[in-house]
C-alpha cells in the first residue's frame, strides 16, 4: 500500500473534491494543506490557516486527551481512527440554524502522509445525523420498551385475573349463562357433574326463546330488563325439559356489565326428591333416640298411616300386633282432659304455625295406668308446603314429673311457714321501721341537697378564678389603667362584685358542707394569741378605711396552747368582727379575750363589741338562722350572705363551744364565743398582749416576691391554664403547663432525671385522666423530692388534709390570689432548714 | 509444521508485549486503567484450526480489521461477541446498560479500541521482525462470519503460505472481565524467522 502520491500542498488541491473535511499537519498541527470542505465549515480560508498551528487557534488540540491521542497516532506511524463519541469533533463547527452550542459530530481518520512520518492526514467526516438520529433512536425506544413492559404487566395481570374469575366460575356447579340485553345467550358455562352439561354448550349464540319455554323465556327477558336498569340482582325459578325428564332451577339473574347479565341456574330437582335422605336422618335419628330412651313415631300424614318403633310401644302399653298404624290408635291413648290441647298443639304444627312441642298424658289400654309424656315433632313438607308427613318422637317423663310435683309441695310447705314467721316478724319492727324511714327520709332529701352543693364546689369556684384572677391582672396593668381610666371604674365593679359573689359561694359551700356532714374540724394545738394577731392583721385595715377605731385587749392571762382548729376559730373571728365592722357607721370595734375557769374546765371567751346598730328582739331570735339577717333591707344596706353568723355558730358547736349575743337597737351589739380549753391543770397560761408596733399602724404592703424558678403548672383548665402562668411568670418564673396527672408526672420524672427538676410543681387537684391526688402520690412513691403545692378549690380543712395525705408539701385555693399564691411558692422554695 | 511450546510462549511474549502497550493507551484515553492481556495464543493452519470458528462463529458481531504491508504482510482482527462488544462500548463511555445494540456510538469506539490494540500488536510484532510496515485505515466489519474475514485474507495471496495466531484477549475494565478474540493472518516463513530470531536472542 503505497503513499498517496501528493508531494506537496498544491497538489492537495484534488482534495477539494471530496464531500469530507481534509488537512495535511505535521506533528504539531502546523497546517500544510486545507481543503474547500473545511475553509466552509471553520470559515478559515487556506491562506488564513497555511502554516499555522491549529493549536493556537483550536485550545483542544493543545494538550489534553485528543493532542494526546494525536501524538500516539502520529508517533506509531500507523494511521488511527478518532470516534466522534470519544473525541466529538475534531475541529469545532458551529451548525448552522442550530442552538450556539450545537457541534459538529466528527468521526476522524489520521493516516501517515510521508514515509518519515512528520506529516499526516486529517480526515473529518460529519457524522451529526447519525448521532442525532441515535440520539432519538434510543430516547423512542425507552419510551417503546417502558410501554412494552406497561403492556406485559397490564396483560398479566389481565390474564391473571382471567384465570382467576375463570377458576372461580368452574368452581360453581351451577349453569351460567351470559345473556345480553337483546336476549342473546352470549357465553355458557355447564354444570358439573350434571349428566346433560354437554349439551349446554349449544344454548351458545341461541336466543332465550330458543332456550327456554315461551313464558320462562318471557319472564326472563322481563327480569333480565329489570335487572338491567337497577342493577339488583332478581331471581326466577323455572323448569326445563331436558333430556326426556323435567328439570327444577332455581335461577339467579345479575349483572355482569352495561349490557349483559349472568343467570345463574342451579339445579334443584334432586333436592325436591328428598325420600332417601329422609332414610339416613331416620337411622341416625333411631341411634339417638335408643340413647336418650326416646320413642320415635313416623306419621305419614297423606295416607294416615302411623308408624312406632318398639319403646313406642313400650311407652303406649300398646301390643304392635293390636296397632291400628293410624292417628286414631294415638288418639284413644290420650288422656280425655289432655287430648284438646294436644290435638290443637298437633294441628298449629301441620299448619306451620310452630313446632309440634307438647307435654299430655296417656291411659295405659290395659293396666289404666296414666303416664306423662312429652311429644316433639317435625312436619315434612311437599312442594307447595302441603304437610306430608310428621316424624318426631316421644319421652316418658312421669317419673320426672312426679319427683318435680313432690318438690313443689315440700317448697310450698316451707315457704308458706317461713311467710308465718316473717309476717310475724315484721309486724313486731314495723313500728320502729316507719319511724325511722320518716326521719331518714327528711334527713336524706336535706343531705342530697347539701352533697349537690358540696359537689359543685369546684364547679363554682372555677370559673371564679378566671374571672377575679383576669379582672386583677387588668388592673394592675398600669398601661392599660392609664388608658382607660372609665373602664378601671368599671372593672372595679366587676371586681367587688366578683369577690361578693365568691363570698358567697364560700358559705354557701360551707353551710352545705356542714349540712351534708361533710364539714370536719381538726384538732390542732392552737395557739389564740397568734390567731387573734392574724384576725387584728387582717381586719384593721377595713377599720381604718371606715374610720373605726378597732381594738384588741386581753382581759386575762391566756393559754398558750389548746386544743382547736385554728382555722375555724380564725373563720369565726373574722366573721364576727368583720359583721361588727360592716354594720357600725362610726364609734368603735373591740375583740376582748378572756379566760375562765368554769367547774376545773378551762374556757376561752372571745368578745366582739361594737357600737353599730344593734338589733332588736325580734331580729335576734332568726339571726342564727341561714340567710337569716336582720332584715332584707340589711343585706341591701351592707351586703353580705347573711350566712356567716350561722356556719360560725355551727363551727363553734363543733369546737365544742357556743356563740352568745346580746344587742339593743341603736346602741350596738355584743357576740361572745365560748370555747373549751381543756382540764385547768394541764393548760399553760401566758400573759399576753399583741405585738406593740403593728397597732399603731398598718405597715407598709410587703413587695410580691420574685419568684425566679421553673415552675411545672399541672392544671385542666384553660383559663386558669393561662392566668397562673401569667402572674407566674409575671413574678419572673419560667412555667411548664401540663393539663393532667399523668403528664405532670412524666414532665416532673423526666426533668429531674435529667438532672434539672423544676422547683415547685403547681398541681391542681382535680383534673382528668389522673387527679393532682394520685400524681402527687405516685410521684412521692417514686421518691420525688421537690416542693408540690396543692391549687385546689375544695378550701376547706378535709382537702387540705387530703393534699397534705398526698404527699403536697403545700396548698393554695382557688380562686388564685396572687399574693398568696406568690407566697406559698416563695415559702416552698426557701431550704427546709431555713 | 508444528510449534513447539518454547515458541508458543515466545509468540505469546511478544503478543503480551504489544497489547500491553495498547491497554496504557486505552488508558490514557479513557481516563479510567483498562488491563488488557493475551493468555492463551495457538497458531497454525487456518484448514487445522477451522473447527475452532464453529465456537465463535455465530456469536460475532463486531470485528476491527487493519491489513499491513511491507516487510511483513498480513491482517490483523480483533472481534468481539455481540454482548462483549455492547458491554465494553457501555463502560467506556458510560452508558446505562439498557443499550443493546452496537449501535453507531459503540460501534465507533469499538474500532478506535480496535485500532489502538491492533497497532500495538502489528507494532510489537513488527519490531521484532524488524520489518517497516505501511498499515490500511482501521475498518470496522459487522455481522461477518469471521472464517469469512480470514479466508479473505488468505486468498488474497495464494501462493504464500500463511499461519492463522489466534488468541483470546481478555479486557479487564471497571473490575469488568470482557472477552474478545484476537486473530492474526501471517505469513508462515515470517513467523518462523522472527521465532528463531526471538529464541536465538535470548538462548
Known amino acids: 500500500m503505497p503513499y498517496p502520491s501528493f508531494p506537496d500542498s498544491t497538489s492537495f488541491a484534488a482534495f477539494d473534491l471530496l464531500p469530507l473535511g481534509a488537512c495535511l499537519v505535521d506533528r504539531n498541527l502546523r497546517v500544510l494543506g486545507w481543503n474547500r470542505v473545511l475553509e466552509e465549515w471553520t470559515g478559515l480560508s487556506r491562506a488564513e490557516v497555511q502554516n499555522t498551528s491549529l493549536a493556537d487557534k483550536y485550545p483542544h488540540l493543545s494538550d489534553g486527551r485528543l493532542r494526546n491521542r494525536f501524538n500516539q497516532i502520529v508517533e506509531s506511524r500507523s494511521p488511527g481512527v478518532l470516534s466522534a463519541a470519544l473525541h466529538g469533533c475534531f475541529l469545532p463547527v458551529q451548525l448552522p440554524g442550530d442552538t450556539p452550542d450545537a457541534l459538529m459530530v466528527q468521526k476522524t481518520t489520521i493516516r501517515p502522509w510521508n514515509r518519515a512520518g512528520d506529516v499526516v492526514l486529517v480526515v473529518i467526516e460529519d457524522v451529526t445525523v447519525a448521532f ?30 382471567e384465570t382467576r374469575v375463570q377458576a372461580f366460575l368452574s368452581a360453581i356447579p351451577d ?38 319455554t315461551p313464558p320462562v323465556a318471557s319472564e326472563l327477558v322481563e327480569l333480565l330488563g329489570q335487572v338491567l336498569k337497577s342493577g339488583e340482582p332478581g331471581t326466577i325459578p323455572f323448569q326445563m325439559p331436558i333430556a326426556g325428564s323435567v328439570a327444577e332451577f332455581d335461577g339467579r339473574v345479575v349483572r355482569s356489565g352495561t349490557q349483559e347479565v349472568m343467570l345463574i341456574a342451579a339445579d334443584v330437582t334432586d333436592r325436591r326428591h328428598f325420600d332417601e335422605e329422609l332414610l339416613i336422618s331416620r337411622e341416625r335419628l333411631k341411634m339417638a333416640t335408643d340413647l336418650a330412651g326416646l320413642g320415635v313415631f313416623d306419621w305419614d300424614i297423606v295416607k294416615n298411616r302411623l308408624d312406632w318403633d318398639d319403646r313406642m310401644f313400650q311407652m303406649y302399653g300398646v301390643d304392635r300386633d293390636s ?27 301441620l299448619q306451620g304455625l310452630r313446632d309440634f312441642r307438647t307435654v299430655f298424658r296417656i291411659v295405659r289400654p290395659q ?25 318426631g318422637v316421644n319421652r316418658d317423663i312421669t317419673d320426672r314429673k312426679r319427683r318435680e310435683d313432690q318438690l313443689a309441695k315440700s ?69 392599660f389603667v392609664g388608658r382607660n381610666p372609665a373602664q378601671v371604674a368599671n372593672l372595679e365593679t366587676v371586681r367587688r362584685n366578683g369577690q361578693h359573689l365568691l363570698e358567697l359561694i364560700n358559705d354557701l359551700l360551707d353551710l352545705s358542707k356542714i349540712e351534708a356532714n361533710r364539714m370536719q374540724v381538726e384538732w390542732l394545738p392552737t395557739a389564740p394569741l397568734k390567731v387573734v394577731h392574724e384576725v387584728y392583721e387582717l381586719i384593721k385595715v377595713r377599720a381604718v378605711e371606715k374610720q373605726l377605731d378597732f381594738q384588741v385587749h ?19 373571728l373574722i366573721n364576727l368582727v368583720g359583721n361588727a365592722i360592716k354594720f357600725t357607721m362610726q364609734g368603735q370595734v373591740t375583740l376582748s379575750v378572756r379566760y375562765r375557769l368554769i367547774d376545773e374546765v378551762g374556757w376561752l371567751e372571745f368578745a366582739v363589741r361594737d357600737s353599730g346598730i344593734g338589733m332588736s328582739p325580734d331580729q335576734l331570735e332568726n339571726l342564727f338562722q341561714p340567710f337569716g339577717q336582720a332584715d332584707a333591707s340589711t343585706t341591701r344596706r351592707f351586703g353580705g350572705t347573711g350566712l356567716g353568723l350561722t356556719i360560725s355558730k355551727r363551727f363553734a358547736e363543733m369546737l ?30 401566758v400573759d399576753a398582749t399583741l405585738p406593740a408596733e403593728p397597732i399603731a399602724a398598718a405597715p407598709a404592703k410587703p413587695a410580691l416576691p420574685r419568684i425566679e424558678a421553673r415552675i411545672l403548672l399541672a392544671e385542666d383548665g384553660p383559663d386558669n391554664q393561662r392566668l397562673i402562668s401569667t402572674v407566674l411568670r409575671k413574678a419572673g418564673a419560667t412555667v411548664t403547663v401540663v393539663e393532667n396527672g399523668q403528664l405532670a408526672c412524666e414532665a416532673a420524672l423526666a426533668a429531674w432525671h435529667g438532672g434539672s427538676p423544676f422547683d415547685v410543681i403547681l398541681m391542681d387537684m382535680l383534673m382528668p385522666v389522673m387527679d393532682g391526688y394520685a400524681a402527687t402520690s405516685y410521684l412521692r412513691e417514686h421518691d420525688y423530692p421537690g416542693p408540690i403545692i396543692a391549687l385546689t378549690a375544695n378550701a376547706m380543712s378535709g382537702d387540705r388534709e387530703k393534699c397534705l395525705a398526698a404527699g403536697c408539701t403545700d396548698y393554695a385555693t382557688k380562686p388564685i390570689q396572687r399574693e398568696q399564691l406568690l407566697r406559698t411558692i416563695a415559702s416552698a422554695l426557701q431550704p427546709v432548714s431555713a | 509444521m508444528n510449534f513447539n511450546d518454547n515458541q508458543i510462549d515466545a509468540l505469546t511474549e511478544i503478543i ?154 481478555r479486557f479487564c475494565v471497571s473490575q469488568r472481565d470482557i472477552d474478545g478474540s484476537l486473530l492474526l493472518v501471517l505469513d508462515a516463513l515470517m513467523i518462523k524467522a522472527m521465532l528463531s530470531a526471538v529464541l536465538g536472542q535470548y538462548a
Open chain 1, 411 to 479: 317448697y310450698a310447705e316451707v315457704k308458706a311457714a317461713r311467710e308465718a314467721l316473717e309476717a310475724h316478724a315484721k309486724l313486731l319492727s314495723a313500728t320502729n321501721e316507719e319511724l325511722a324511714e320518716a326521719h331518714r327520709q327528711a334527713q336524706s332529701a336535706t343531705r342530697a341537697k347539701s352533697e349537690f352543693l358540696a359537689n359543685m364546689s369546684h364547679e363554682i369556684r372555677t370559673p371564679m378564678t378566671a374571672i377575679l384572677g383576669y379582672t386583677d391582672l387588668l388592673l394592675q396593668d398600669e398601661a
Open chain 1, 132 to 161: 442525532r438520529q441515535l440520539h432519538e433512536l434510543r430516547a423512542d425506544k425507552h419510551e417503546l420498551v417502558s410501554a412494552f413492559a406497561q403492556l406485559k404487566a397490564q396483560a398479566a395481570a389481565l390474564s391473571a385475573s
Open chain 2, 16 to 169: 503480551n508485549i504489544g497489547v500491553g502497550r495498547a491497554a496504557g493507551s486505552l488508558s490514557d484515553l479513557i481516563g479510567e486503567r483498562i488491563e488488557l492481556h493475551v493468555p492463551v495464543v495457538r497458531v497454525g493452519k487456518f484448514e487445522d484450526m477451522a473447527a475452532q470458528f464453529i465456537v465463535v462463529d455465530d456469536t460475532i458481531e463486531a470485528a476491527v480489521i487493519q491489513d499491513f504491508r511491507g516487510g511483513l504482510q498480513g491482517r490483523a482482527i480483533l472481534a468481539f461477541p455481540h454482548e462483549s462488544g455492547v458491554k465494553l462500548g457501555q463502560l467506556i463511555l458510560k452508558l446505562d446498560s439498557g443499550e443493546a445494540e452496537l449501535s453507531e456510538d459503540i460501534s465507533g469506539v469499538l474500532e478506535e479500541v480496535g485500532n489502538i490494540v491492533l497497532n500495538g500488536v502489528v507494532g510489537s510484532i513488527s519490531n521484532l521482525a524488524g520489518a517497516e510496515l505501511s498499515y490500511s485505515v482501521p475498518k470496522l466489519c459487522m455481522g461477518q462470519r469471521i472464517e469469512k474475514i480470514v479466508e479473505a485474507e488468505i486468498s488474497r495471496h495464494p501462493t504464500v503460505e500463511q499461519y492463522l495466531v489466534m488468541a483470546d484477549a
Open chain 1, 323 to 349: 296397632f291400628e298404624s293410624a292417628y286414631e290408635a294415638w288418639q284413644k291413648t290420650v288422656h280425655p282432659e289432655d287430648l284438646l290441647t294436644a290435638e290443637v298443639e298437633l294441628h298449629s304444627a
Open chain 1, 175 to 212: 349453569l351460567i349463562l351470559r345473556i345480553n340485553a337483546d336476549g342473546l345467550c352470549i357465553d355458557v358455562k355447564p354444570p358439573t357433574d350434571s349428566a346433560w352439561s354437554a349439551m349446554t354448550h349449544q344454548f351458545q349464540n341461541r336466543s332465550v326463546f330458543e332456550i327456554f
Open chain 1, 554 to 572: 386581753f382581759e386575762s392571762v391566756v393559754p398558750e396552747s389548746f386544743p382547736s382548729d385554728p382555722t375555724r376559730l380564725k373563720q369565726i
Open chain 1, 656 to 685: 365544742g363551744g357556743s356563740i352568745l349575743v346580746e344587742s339593743e337597737l341603736g346602741r350596738g351589739t355584743t357576740f361572745q364565743v365560748s370555747l373549751p380549753v381543756g382540764e385547768h391543770q394541764q393548760v399553760r397560761l
Open chain 1, 367 to 391: 293396666t289404666g295406668e296414666v303416664r306423662w309424656l312429652t311429644a316433639n315433632g317435625h312436619v315434612v313438607r311437599g312442594v307447595n308446603g302441603e304437610p306430608l308427613r310428621m316424624i
